[in-house]
């Protein structure tokens, strides 16, 4: 077990090489100085551009400079960035709480209801219910991010007044940062206390429905088409046969086998939350790492670019890792 | 029975959070957040409506809603004959305002305005090389060259000796960039080894102190409750920083912003229809056009820039791009700057007309050329692509075949200030008022070097007047100096004028008291709920 898990950690390093190559070179292939757009839009003095573009090593041969970044990198210096002057790795310390925070919630969300509704949609298939559950994730499947999260923010937010329209806390709360996760902080917090948590639970509900809409789609199909086929097998019947309850059947039988396919979606789901930050961190006001890295780009921050995109990099394979692992672990077959 | 529990605990939750109370605490939706609390090391609006108009104070600065130079640090000051000194008697009884991370112990004295100025002028200074050390304002206005020596005459007195007369200078020492600084607070800073927090961590004289900074969320502000010239009526400001323009409307009619920068043109008919909100209107320092490269063939003939001239119906534009939120440009300067030549006969759009100016210049059947379009959005130009189309289409009219470029906004500049264009859409929004900052960046020869002259038009007789101006400090001869410029400019047409657009506020009914800057800041000193 130990060997495998070893293997695992050894390949994961080919992988990381082969990212930092990308981020390094993709940022760099895109037109655009980030000198230039730092000096703005009035002339820049020659020599006041030769200087800056010195001091941040930017003259320097391609090679070079990527093997500068990678040694920095190994050291765990993810570099400064160009436009705060801000070590990178504080830079996305600030900022990931808050994404972490809305991705959890944006999951719990798909997950308390995808997986009844699947369930549902299986155990009555081919009903009115069936149908209209499978239609209306189609729609939620295909809806852009940004359309949706503008639509939610007029009417729960402007037509009844439900819900607050951006950001993480009403303005009046002032919450001292423990651990950036806000839900914790304001409960933590003396000051704000309970209206603080309220504040704050309120704030994630839009964005969390913005972003938790395409998992939620995707889990309540991958619940529903799991469950058929188990639905279909013969222990199944036997089960039935044997007089127990309909609900028994489904809830202990059915149900446990197949969420294994669930949760490889939902690891897979929990790794591509950074994609749908930033749609939703655009649109909700949402300080978290989806929206430094689109301002990152526009600025042709090159070393936050490089940097954000190798953490959030190894987060993934990070999650992944642990999804196979877990499946070494429950299933003994795949050790081999 | 879980999901009952699960609905009511949120609307719970919905309940009691939607009941909010504002206090005196105002609320302004900014677009981005600020890259540093210092207005002498950024050149955005973001950061300067955060810092230079909230935290600090200079010298002298522009009355309230107008371009008008008044005493602000300073009372009063004296200029020698030959135009070159300058003596400025500070106030007294200014103090710097206390924060979590400092405490004044004395008032603002000269030391101050020495530590301030020198920091961007001086590179043995303590603070030069800290957080980048670059200055641009500071070298785009040619502070650097100008002033050559900075002289604390005593501890309320400050001397200032030019190079050359220069009569911008007092414009220039009104910006942002020139505010004053606490040398207190710098040494304090240097004990603790922490020099970088000067640009992070604000200290000034200002109608606000600085409170706190939540990464890309929020920037809290409390009203100065010692500011010089009276406490601000709110006891609170707060940024809350929302990107998106729809999401910034929303959040106004929801209450939770009682102000909006920039909304988008789109939005301003629902908005004033709105009995919740007003709007506020006023006429931009901006000037949006498009610039020849009169370098390149065959842009160098007069005749060809005058007959596109003719052959731009610049009128429609207005409607079609600017949505009517703007007026047509005739000259350089907008017109809410002194010295706009008011009596220049625009030229008339004509497709007759251009034909046969076009045909003078040896191109009967027209010819084929490029036409950059603007690639970001821009007030001077709210949609660059669309305004080439119908420039493409114009122009096409008298025979010229135009193909449209664009290139991502860094690209874009970077290849104009090399002269790869031919013709090029761009704009400019003035910085201090003062109509050098418009005719000799844009169109001088010294434009030529830095690129910000981007027609690459050096004429003589128009910069000996311009270079002239600068040096004269009766504003009355200056204003004459720069008629008589535009009028060079009128009829050699490096560019075509487009359109100076309307700069548009919205806030929510309850607000009182703010007026646009004619600058492009958005000031909070005197506004109330």
């Known amino acids: ?336 | 029975m879980k999901a009952k529990i699960l609905i009511l605990s949120l609307a719970l939750g919905l309940l009691l959070t939607t009941q909010t109370t504002w206090a005196k605490t105002f609320v302004y939706c900014s677009e981005g957040s600020p890259s540093a609390f210092n207005p002498a090391i950024t050149t955005d609006g973001t950061s300067n409506n955060a810092s230079g108009h909230t935290v600090y104070n200079r010298l002298v600065e522009f009355k309230y809603g107008t371009t008008e130079v008044v005493p602000a640090l300073a009372e009063s000051w004296k200029v020698s004959p030959d135009g070159k000194t300058y003596t400025f008697n500070l106030r007294k009884g200014v103090k710097f305002g206390a924060t979590k991370y400092f405490t004044p112990t004395r008032e603002m004295n000269a030391d101050d305005v020495v530590f301030s100025f020198d920091r961007q002028r001086d590179p043995a200074h303590s603070f030069h090389k800290v957080n980048g050390g670059n200055y641009e304002f500071f070298k785009a206005m040619e502070m650097d060259t100008l002033i050559q020596t900075i002289k604390k005459v005593d501890n309320f007195t400050i001397e200032l000796k030019l190079a050359k007369p220069e009569s911008p200078f007092l414009a220039n020492l009104a910006m942002s960039f020139m505010s004053v600084h606490s040398k207190e607070y710098g040494d304090q800073l240097v004990k603790e080894n922490k020099k970088e927090n000067i640009d992070m961590f604000p200290v000034g004289t200002g109608p606000f102190v600085f409170k706190s900074y939540d990464k890309d969320t929020l920037i809290r502000f409390e009203a100065n409750k010692d500011y010089w010239q009276g406490v601000p009526k709110v006891d609170k400001l707060v940024f809350a920083i929302t990107p998106d323009p729809n999401v910034r409307y929303q959040k106004l009619k929801a209450g939770e912003c009682h102000m909006v920068i920039e909304p988008s043109p789109a939005d301003i008919p629902a908005m004033r229809k709105d009995s919740n909100l007003k709007v506020l209107e006023a006429p931009g320092l901006n000037v949006g056009y498009l610039a020849f490269n009169v370098k390149k063939k065959p842009f160098d003939k007069i005749e060809v820039r005058r007959a596109i001239y003719h052959a731009l119906n610049r009128a429609s534009y207005i409607n079609a791009i600017y949505m009517g939120n703007a007026v047509m440009a005739k000259n350089p300067l907008p017109p809410t700057i002194w010295g706009h030549h008011d009596r220049v006969t625009d030229y008339e759009y004509s497709v007759d007309k251009a034909k046969s100016v076009l045909a003078r210049a040896g191109y009967p059947n027209g010819f084929e050329a490029e036409l950059w379009t603007l690639p970001v959005t821009r007030p001077y130009n709210p949609n660059g692509k669309k305004m080439g189309e119908m420039m493409q289409a114009d122009l096409a009219k008298i025979g010229i075949k135009i193909k449209l470029v664009s290139y991502d906004w860094p690209t874009y500049l970077a290849k104009s200030r090399k002269g790869e264009h031919q013709m090029i859409q761009l704009g400019w929004t003035g910085d201090n008022g003062d109509p050098d900052n418009f005719l000799n960046v844009l169109l001088g020869c010294a434009g030529m070097n830095s690129g910000s002259n981007v027609a690459g038009w050096c004429q003589k007789d128009f910069n000996d007047k311009i270079v002239k101006a600068k040096t004269i400090t009766d504003q009355k001869a200056r204003a004459k100096l720069y008629i008589e410029a535009q009028e060079i400019f009128h009829e050699r047409a490096p560019w075509v004028p487009v359109a100076h657009s309307v700069v548009y506020r919205a806030m929510s009914n309850k607000v009182s008291g703010y007026k646009i800057d004619p600058l492009g800041g958005d000031i909070f000193k005197e506004v109330d709920l």
């Not at chain 1, 919450?175 to 948590?197: N, P, V, Y």
């Open chain 1, 1 to 336: 077990m130990i060997k495998l898990i070893l293997k695992k950690i050894v390949n994961i390093l080919p992988t990381l090489l082969g990212i930092s190559v990308l981020a390094f070179l993709l940022i760099r292939l895109v037109p655009g100085d980030p000198i230039m757009l730092l000096l703005g839009e009035r002339g820049a003095d020659p020599q006041v551009y030769a200087e800056m573009k010195a001091s941040l090593g930017l003259d320097k041969p391609l090679f070079q400079q990527y093997f500068s970044f990678l040694g920095n990198l190994l050291h765990g210096d993810l570099g400064n960035s160009i436009v705060s002057k801000r070590s990178v790795m504080e830079e996305f310390m600030d900022r990931f709480p808050a994404t972490l925070e809305l991705g959890i919630v944006a999951m719990t969300f798909a997950v308390i209801l995808g997986i009844p509704f699947g369930i549902l949609a299986a155990v009555k298939r081919n009903s009115i219910f069936d149908y209209s559950l499978m239609g209306t994730s189609l729609v939620g499947y295909s809806m852009p991010i940004f359309w949706w999260g503008l639509m939610l923010i007029i009417l729960f937010s402007v037509k009844l007044g439900w819900t607050p329209v951006s950001g993480r806390i009403a303005v009046e709360f002032e919450i001292e940062r423990h651990t950036g996760l806000l839900l914790i902080d304001s409960w933590l917090s003396e000051e704000g206390g309970k209206d603080a948590f309220l504040s704050a639970f309120s704030h994630l509900i839009l964005p969390a429905i913005a972003m938790g809409t395409i998992p939620l789609a995707v889990v309540a199909r991958m619940t529903r088409s799991s469950m058929l086929e188990v639905l279909g097998e013969d222990y199944i019947r036997t089960a039935r046969a044997k007089g127990l309850p309909y609900f028994i059947v489904v809830a202990k039988h059915a149900l446990r086998n197949a969420l294994v396919p669930i949760i490889t979606v939902l690891g897979l789901l929990f790794g591509s939350i950074v994609t749908g930050a930033i749609l939703t961190e655009m649109i909700f006001s949402w300080p978290g790492i989806g929206k430094w890295m689109v301002a990152s780009i526009n600025a042709r921050d090159y070393p936050v670019i490089q940097g954000g995109v190798i953490m959030i990099a190894m987060m993934v394979i990070f999650i992944n890792t642990i999804v196979d692992l877990i499946y070494l672990w429950a299933n003994p077959r795949m050790r081999q």
